[in-house]
């Protein structure tokens, strides 16, 4: 449970750091023609793209993703 939390507050503010530095991400990496073509610009392109990763971030927080797969099955003990 706990771990559910930091995971899914770490992406959520991973997809908010995209966001927010999305013009020094256009600098570093350059255009992206798709993103040109398709979303006006590369930098619209990054915002959404860190926007769904919030949106991912807080469905984990939520549990609605899991992170990982609950044991089900048991070992047999010797």
Not at 22 to 28: G, I, P, Y
Not at 36 to 62: A, C, K, Q
């Amino acid at each position: 449970m706990l771990k559910q939390i930091f995971v899914g507050l770490f992406v959520a503010g991973l997809g908010g750091v995209l966001m927010y530095f999305s013009q020094a991400v256009t600098d570093l990496f350059g255009r992206i023609e798709w993103f040109e073509r398709h979303m006006s610009s590369t930098r619209n392109g990054y915002v959404i793209f860190g926007f769904l990763i919030i949106i991912v971030g807080f469905l984990i927080l939520f549990g609605v993703l899991p992170i990982s797969q609950a044991v089900t099955e048991t070992v047999p003990s010797i």
